[in-house]
């Protein structure tokens, strides 16, 4: 059987599979990047998704527009008004099935064959994997704990003229790094002064643990005029919600707009109307603020535990910086003591002693840190952090 040929530029998802190898008994998990299922508000779910059955079951039931449920999209266009997003109507967005659908739908209507497309080292991993399937030259742009290095950007938008530029301002996935509003500020005026799409990434903004991060892009947008006609937002309630419910949506300019719903159409037809539903019932119930709330409060409490056993554990042998919100911590390997600096090369180690986490490597478009490595504090109690990170410094020290 001959396969087509753009299924050459892409592999299976390391973090896939490492998962084959998680099904040793008693071992602790730090590889996932999903939320913890205890933190789902079922009671508020099915409420709400009885409400819409009991309401409107026709709709719910039926098959749907393309762009998305409308109720849903009234409810969305608030939530993101809230967030200081102005301007922003019902129609000025479409629902997607996760936001992962979102940013396929993007390469779809941008991306070319030998196009070049900017992205952050590292990145989250099943983007660069996305973006590759359509055949273009994807590399990264370094970032620090302050996000994207925005001098470095627009030198590589200058020497690459890169087709769009991909960032997660807010708790990226893997690094966990949080763009400060001086480099947010430039990122847009990058996008106008060069005329090149900036794609934002916004699963985690609302996981924040202490003070609310800097604005999205998109609220920000306001400030660098002309900024809202190269932004594209895209937004899910994967994380704050349920994964499950597969709910997703994107903000772009209407242009874009138009054609992302139309590469939809063929594609799905329209995301589930029955999740729609219950999501647009229980957006409407005022749960939401609550549920984040609530999510918040248990994630700042592992990621803290997660930070303190990382010091006492593995001390020099680990640099990181404490993460202010979303589901990871990203590390490098020094090398202290002779210590393990493959990050590869612990996570076998680590598998024997019972804990698993993410080698960093595969997040990067090119240019891999071998000794980087990502672990997610979300799914583990605090007990299960300090007993998982114990057995990592054991690994470590083998």
Same mark, same amino acid.
């Given at each position: 059987?001959q396969?087509?040929?753009?299924?050459?530029?892409v592999?299976?998802?390391a973090?896939?599979?490492?998962?084959?190898?998680?099904g040793?008994?008693?071992?602790?998990?730090? !590889?996932?990047g999903?939320?913890?299922?205890?933190?789902?508000?079922?009671?508020?779910?099915?409420e709400?998704? %009885?409400?819409?059955?009991?309401? #409107?079951?026709?709709?719910?039931?039926?098959?749907?527009?393309?762009?998305?449920?409308?109720p849903?999209?009234?409810?969305?266009?608030?939530?993101?008004?809230?967030?200081?997003?102005?301007?922003?109507?019902a129609d000025?967005?479409?629902?997607?099935?996760?936001?992962?659908?979102?940013l396929?739908?993007?390469?779809?209507?941008?991306?070319?064959?030998?196009?070049?497309?900017?992205?952050?080292?590292?990145?989250f991993?099943a983007?660069?994997?996305?973006? @590759?399937?359509?055949?273009?030259?994807?590399?990264?742009?370094p970032?620090?704990?302050?996000? &994207?290095?925005?001098?470095?950007?627009?030198?590589?938008?200058?020497?690459?003229?890169?087709?769009?530029?991909?960032?997660?301002?807010?708790?990226?996935?893997?690094s966990g790094?949080?763009?400060?509003?001086?480099?947010?500020?430039?990122?847009?005026?990058?996008?106008?002064?060069?005329?090149t799409? &900036?794609?934002?990434?916004?699963?985690?903004?609302?996981?924040?643990?202490?003070?609310?991060?800097?604005?999205?892009?998109?609220?920000?947008? #306001?400030?660098?005029?002309?900024?809202?006609?190269?932004?594209?937002?895209?937004?899910?309630?994967s994380?704050?919600?349920?994964?499950?419910? @597969?709910?997703?949506?994107m903000?772009?300019?209407?242009?874009?707009?138009?054609?992302a719903?139309?590469?939809?159409?063929?594609?799905? !037809?329209?995301? %589930?109307?029955?999740?729609?539903?219950?999501?647009?019932?229980y957006?409407?119930?005022g749960?939401?603020?609550?549920?984040?709330a609530?999510?918040?409060?248990?994630?700042? #409490?592992?990621?803290?535990?997660?930070?303190?056993?990382?010091k006492?554990?593995?001390?020099? !042998?680990?640099?990181?910086?404490?993460?202010?919100?979303?589901?990871?911590?990203?590390?490098?390997?020094?090398?202290?003591g002779?210590?393990?600096k493959?990050?590869?090369e612990?996570?076998?180690?680590?598998?024997?002693?019972?804990?698993?986490?993410?080698p960093?490597?595969?997040?990067?478009?090119?240019?891999p840190?071998?000794?980087?490595?990502r672990?997610?504090?979300?799914?583990?109690?605090?007990?299960?952090?300090?007993?998982?990170i114990?057995?990592l410094?054991?690994?470590?020290r083998?």
């Open positions: 059987m396969f087509a040929d753009r299924l050459n530029n592999e299976t998802s973090i896939r599979e490492l998962f084959k190898l998680l040793k008994p008693g071992i602790i998990s730090f !590889a996932g999903f939320p913890d299922s205890a933190m789902f508000d079922v009671d508020g779910i099915r709400a998704s %009885s409400r819409a059955l009991t309401e #409107e079951p026709g709709a719910a039931l039926q098959y749907g527009a393309t762009e998305g449920y409308n849903l999209r009234e409810q969305l266009a608030a939530f993101m008004a809230s967030k200081g997003v102005k301007g922003l109507a000025g967005l479409i629902v997607t099935t996760g936001s992962q659908q979102a396929d739908l993007v390469a779809k209507t941008l991306i070319n064959p030998n196009d070049v497309v900017l992205v952050e080292a590292p990145t991993l983007t660069i994997q996305c973006f @590759r399937l359509y055949g273009p030259q994807v590399i990264g742009v970032i620090d704990a302050d996000g &994207v290095k925005v001098d470095q950007l627009e030198d590589m938008m200058v020497k690459h003229k890169p087709k769009l530029v991909y960032v997660i301002p807010t708790f990226g996935n893997p790094a949080m763009m400060n509003l001086e480099r947010r500020l430039k990122v847009l005026e990058l996008a106008v002064k060069y005329q799409v &900036v794609v934002e990434d916004d699963p985690y903004g609302d996981l924040y643990f202490a003070e609310p991060p800097p604005p999205s892009l998109l609220a920000l947008s #306001e400030q660098v005029p002309g900024s809202r006609d190269w932004l594209v937002h895209c937004g899910s309630l994380k704050v919600l349920s994964p499950g419910l @597969r709910l997703g949506w903000i772009a300019p209407p242009d874009l707009l138009a054609k719903t139309m590469c939809k159409q063929f594609s799905d !037809a329209h995301t %589930s109307t029955f999740a729609q539903a219950t999501a647009a019932q957006l409407k119930a749960r939401m603020p609550a549920t984040l609530n999510v918040r409060r248990v994630y700042a #409490e592992r990621a803290k535990a997660m930070g303190e056993a990382l006492q554990e593995l001390g020099d !042998a680990l640099s990181f910086s404490q993460p202010q919100g979303g589901l990871f911590f990203w590390a490098q390997l020094t090398g202290a002779g210590k393990l493959d990050g590869n612990l996570a076998k180690r680590a598998i024997e002693k019972g804990v698993a986490f993410v960093g490597a595969p997040f990067f478009a090119n240019n840190d071998t000794s980087a490595i672990l997610s504090f979300a799914t583990a109690d605090v007990a299960k952090i300090k007993e998982g114990e057995r410094g054991q690994a470590i083998l």
